[in-house]
């Protein structure tokens, strides 16, 4: 009994050191072996690794990109505007023995960069204007504040991988007295554009009226010229008909005379028999001698 018990007893103390050898490091994970305080080796690949039990400790690092949001924090450009910006930086730990070294372990390398990147920020963002921050030239702005805090970031075993600007915006307490004045600006422009369209469009009727009326006295003096010629060929066509048989052209323009004068109706001509008026009409009921 006493036999197994010990056995036992044996098996456990293995287990327990055979725990204590081992460490497993992950794919997120860089891990310092140290040996009583001092720095034995670095491991960074992941997997299963052995250690000296109870002399030898594991320390863990991440060495994936992290991030680091900053708290808003209101700064005056160099045309005296006030803004409040946001920004984000992301980071990761190249140097895991001097990251812990230096500030020991993720959560004091982001209290350290917290206070470099906003620092930075103020610095470039306060050189430059406010028109400056909306313009494309943001991006060259972004890149200046990555690489001052680069080179302070390098003395811990950090890299900083990109810092962003989120938001760049005016405080609350001139955003309505700006938005006034752009409200203010944009009414002015917009009646400066019916003004001119108004004008435009009394131009644009002026010279279609004028246009009109040429139009329409060139009609008229095109009509008047083509209705004399046609009364001058008309004229001229009586005139050659009249040459060729009087007597018919006679005959013709009486008749032309009867079917105007004679309408039905009420109206009533007094002539005398023996006017020229009738004297087709007279012939026509008077009756013929017998021979």
Known sequence: MKKLTMMIAVGLALAVLAYMSVFTVTQTDQALVLQLGEHKRTVKQPGLHFKLPFVQNVIYLDKRILNLDLKPEEIVSSDQ??????????????????????????????????????????EVLAREQFITLLSGERADLMKQIRDSVNEAAHSFGVEIIDVRLRRVDLPARNSQSIYERMNTARRQEAQEIRAEGQEQALRIRAEA????????????????????????????????????????????RSMQAYKVALQPGDTTLVLSPNSEFFKYLDSMYTPKRKR
């Open 81 to 122: 505007k006030r803004m409040v910006v946001d920004a984000i930086a992301r980071f990761r730990i190249i140097d895991p023995l001097l990251t812990f070294q230096t500030r020991r372990n993720e959560r004091g390398v982001s209290q350290a960069l917290e206070t470099m990147v906003s620092s930075s920020v103020r």
């Open 209 to 252: 009226e004028r246009e009109r009326t040429i139009l329409l006295a060139n009609a008229e003096r095109d009509g008047q010229i083509l209705r004399g010629q046609g009364d001058s060929e008309a004229v001229r066509i009586f005139a050659e008909a009249f040459g060729r048989d009087v007597e018919f052209f006679e005959f013709y």
